[in-house]
């Protein structure tokens, strides 16, 4: 009897003593593990772009946009973007409405542009299209300079913009971008600022 009652004792003492372990009382332990899926983290800080759209050309009516980019991702909030685009301008108002000489050649009515942008992350977020399907996306902000090639002349650009993103894979990103390029032009016979509406969309592979 004695000796039941010190086993007793000995057992209550193990179990409220704070040094005692798992291993110690030969108790199962379960861990609940994170699974990391590693095809969701995206380490690529290039990428390279192509796109199309539309660009209206103040004074020089709309016409078709083409553009590609190369950008640089700084970090998760940051990114630079190198374009190129080109496009070609219609007719005056004044080339309509008169019978008179075309004030630009066709070679002079080609625009190309290229430039330098500094982007912001603005709003990353997600698209559901089904409870069990959705994308990464972003919403950034991009502003820069560059020059615009268009009248036989070379002008000094300033840009600002929106950017949507949509990531397709972890590789892959379609793009919808709205941007004004501001640049001084004198074509019509007064110097003014004038403001180049362009809506373009594309795709953009990050490697």
């Given at each position: 009897m ?41 380490t ?76 912001y ?32 002349d ?10 949507y ?43």
């Amino acid at each position: 009897m004695e000796i039941g009652i010190q086993r007793i004792f000995l057992a209550l003492a193990v179990l409220s003593s704070p040094a005692v372990s798992a291993d110690a009382l030969s108790l199962p332990v379960e861990t609940e593990r994170r699974q990391l899926d590693h095809q969701l983290i995206d380490t690529e800080d290039f990428e390279i772009g192509i796109g199309g759209g539309i660009l209206s050309i103040e004074d020089f009516e709309s016409s078709t946009w083409f553009s590609g980019h190369i950008g640089y991702h700084l970090s998760e909030s940051f990114y630079l973007k190198a374009r190129y685009g080109q496009s070609e301008g219609g007719d005056t108002s004044f080339e309509e409405l008169v019978n008179a000489a075309p004030l630009l050649t066709d070679e002079q009515r080609e625009l190309r542009y290229y430039g330098l942008s500094l982007g912001y992350n603005l709003l990353p977020g997600e698209v559901f299209l089904s409870p069990t399907w959705a994308f990464n996306s972003v919403l950034s902000l991009e502003a820069g300079a560059g020059n615009t090639d268009f009248g036989g002349d070379e002008r000094l650009t300033a840009h600002a913009g929106v950017n949507y993103r949509l990531y397709l894979t972890d590789w892959l990103a379609w793009d919808l971008q709205m941007t004004d390029y501001v640049f001084r032009s004198n074509l019509t016979g007064k110097s003014k600022i004038t403001h180049n509406f362009n809506f373009a969309t594309g795709l953009a592979i990050y490697f």
